[in-house]
């Protein structure tokens, strides 16, 4: 680096002028009219060698400096003025020697500029390293000002009354950030030329904007873009900037945004393979695939849910990808009962369910079926005490799954709203005893009735057809998915249990709990200390509820079947004394000495699954069913 050397305003006597004084006389004497003493030159040429050296210690590098008057900036070598001057200020610029010795260089902007040396004092301070975050460049209007922050009212660092070229360091809340010899300055976005292009990128720059969507020709407020948000516009306005996403309408305000090399902060919108409309129920944050606050969405609006990443859902921001917090949107009708509920919608039901409501609802993957399907368990109500209600052990019987399905879908829109549901003040009882559902317990077999042999592993195909007696037809298939009957592998005396051939049902397994099915529900009843389990099958609109106790305990589930009899219209089925059972809810009385009831749903359907159209005969009974278990649990 080339080194400024700086005056300190002291008279310095060169070598090379005592040299020339000694012309008149090398003997001559200087005599000091106070005292009337004289001194030889001879003494003076004896303190050159001191006067330099003392004159290399008063010189400076000048690598730091301070503005001492206002000065304007000139061009390089040619020394014209650029109308861009720096005031005198409190603040450390970088500069360094010019090829010039009367001028310093400084980087503004990007650009190289010559200032006055006589301007400047060298400074002890030093700017602190600036770091560019953006790769872009602006221009400014013919004046502007470029301050010390985001803040008109800061001290200014450079003014200009010619439009100027800037390298962009960063874009801080309506300001460009750009160098000012290392020193970060502020220029407003309004006092630079903007150039918006068709089907280009905008980014807010400014604290937020509004967005709008066309809703019957007329634009309304759905939201806002916070700053930092990129999006492609179709076109721009003089006011506004329009974004076309197929059908649909948005516009954004022009005002608060600027041309960017940034990407589009939000991805394509996926397609939803399960929709559910929610309602916002509160204003709420919209983020990108990064976790980015993007913007707003306004409370009141009807969405459709795409789906499901992480703990966020995916929703249509914009024509685009948006994921938010579903904690802030409701449901009112997610289920439709009306129709088979496939192992992939339960699943996905039940996730979205304990996102929307986390202050009331868990769920918890209890294991996995013998194909590595995932078995889920969700509880609705904060109450200490439980009661499990599960379904679809038997494959063919998945109506029951609906029957769950719709309870957790009608308790839970009533809990949130504070509301009764079949004369049940819902939030109230459940929370002093909550439901654990289990809705799916055979998610291989359901599979298998309801998709064919296709949709099963390849390693079991083979010999679930032979199971099957060589049919391709499987809707009498009661079975998992290697031909184990789990309703017959639980322990409820399964020694006693006759063995059959291997089938498409009552083949009870090697073995009690055999099936990782059995165990899974066998250690998600061991972690808990469940009041009661009622078990839903679909055949024969009964209620099994005996497995050999006695005393209080018989009296106590006699009860318990009579009363859910009484509200389903079913009948209770009288003690049976053969030894022998594989049912889950029979190991449950025997192994936690508390209630089990297996509830048939409806007439009997034969060898196949119950027709749709007994739905709404099976709804109306059974609705109330686990918010009455619950409060006989509360007891």
Do not use: C
Request: hydrophobic share 30%; charged share 20%.
């Amino acid at each position: 680096m080339r080194k400024i050397k700086l005056n300190k305003r002291k008279v310095l006597y060169s070598a090379s002028f005592i040299l020339g004084m000694t012309l008149f006389s090398v003997n001559a004497n200087a005599e000091d009219h106070n005292d009337g003493t004289s001194t030889s030159l001879n003494t003076i040429n004896e303190n050159d060698t001191t006067i330099t050296d003392e004159t290399n210690e008063q010189q400076q590098e000048l690598q730091f400096a301070k503005v001492l008057s206002s000065v304007e900036l000139v061009t390089p070598e040619t020394l014209e003025f650029t109308h861009l001057s720096l005031p005198v200020s409190q603040y450390t610029y970088n500069v360094k020697q010019s090829s010039n010795k009367d001028y310093a260089e400084v980087q503004i902007g990007g650009n190289t500029y010559w200032v006055k040396i006589d301007n400047l004092t060298a400074s002890e301070e030093q700017p602190k390293k600036l770091e560019e975050k953006r790769h872009l460049t602006i221009k400014t209007k013919s004046k502007f000002t470029v301050y010390a922050s985001n803040n008109n009212q800061s001290d200014v660092l450079l003014e200009g009354t010619t439009a100027s070229k800037f390298h962009v360091l960063d874009i801080v809340n309506d300001y460009y950030v750009v160098e000012v010899a290392g020193v970060k300055g502020y220029i407003p976005i309004s006092q630079v030329n903007l150039n918006y292009k068709k089907n280009s990128n905008v980014e807010v720059a400014t604290k937020s904007i509004k967005v709008y969507k066309s809703i019957k020709g007329k634009y309304k407020t759905i939201g806002t873009l916070k700053s930092g948000a990129v999006v492609k516009v179709t076109k721009s306005t003089t006011n506004y900037h329009q974004i076309q996403i197929g059908s649909q309408r948005y516009a954004i305000p022009k005002k608060g945004t600027i041309p960017t090399e940034k990407s589009a902060s939000l991805g394509k919108l996926v397609k939803e393979v399960y929709p559910v409309t929610l309602k916002v129920s509160s204003t709420n944050y919209v983020y990108s695939s990064k976790g980015n606050k993007i913007g707003t969405i306004l409370k009141g609006q009807s969405i459709t849910l795409k789906g499901l990443k992480e703990n966020k859902g995916i929703i249509n921001f914009m024509g685009k990808s948006g994921y938010v917090n579903l904690k802030y949107y409701n449901h009112s009708n997610m289920v439709n009962p009306k129709k088979s509920i496939t192992y992939g919608r339960y699943n996905y039901y039940l996730r979205v369910i304990a996102q929307l409501y986390p202050e009331f609802t868990e769920i918890e993957k209890i294991g996995k079926s013998v194909q590595g399907r995932s078995i889920y368990a969700l509880r609705v109500g904060n109450g200490k005490k439980e009661i499990l209600m599960d379904g679809a052990i038997h494959a063919r019987e998945h109506m029951t799954t609906n029957v769950l399905m719709e309870m957790i879908d009608n308790y839970t829109v009533a809990y949130r709203k504070g509301a009764h549901f079949a004369g049940y003040n819902v939030k109230s009882t459940l929370n002093k005893t909550s439901i654990w559902f289990v809705p799916m317990m055979n998610p291989d077999g359901v599979t298998l009735v309801q998709k064919g042999i296709n949709s099963m592993d390849s390693k079991y195909k083979s010999t679930l057809k032979k199971y099957n007696h060589g049919s391709n037809n499987f809707n009498r298939w009661k079975a998992n998915g290697r031909g184990v009957d789990l309703n017959r592998n639980f322990d409820g005396l399964w020694k006693y249990l006759a063995y059959t051939p291997k089938s498409f049902m009552n083949y009870k397994g090697p073995s009690a709990f055999s099936e990782p099915e059995a165990q899974a529900l066998k250690a998600f009843v061991q972690r808990h200390h469940f009041k009661m389990d009622l078990s839903y099958h679909s055949s024969g609109q009964i209620v099994y509820w005996f497995n050999f106790q006695k005393g209080s305990n018989y009296k106590r589930d006699l009860k318990l079947a009579r009363n859910v009899a009484r509200i389903t219209g079913y009948s209770v089925v009288p003690p049976m004394y053969y030894r022998g059972s594989g049912s889950s809810a029979d190991w449950f009385i025997l192994n936690q000495k508390k209630p089990g009831l297996t509830i048939e749903i409806a007439p009997y359907a034969g060898n196949g699954p119950v027709p749709h159209r007994y739905w709404t005969s099976v709804w109306n009974k059974n609705k109330s069913i686990g918010l009455f278990g619950a409060k006989e649990a509360s007891k």
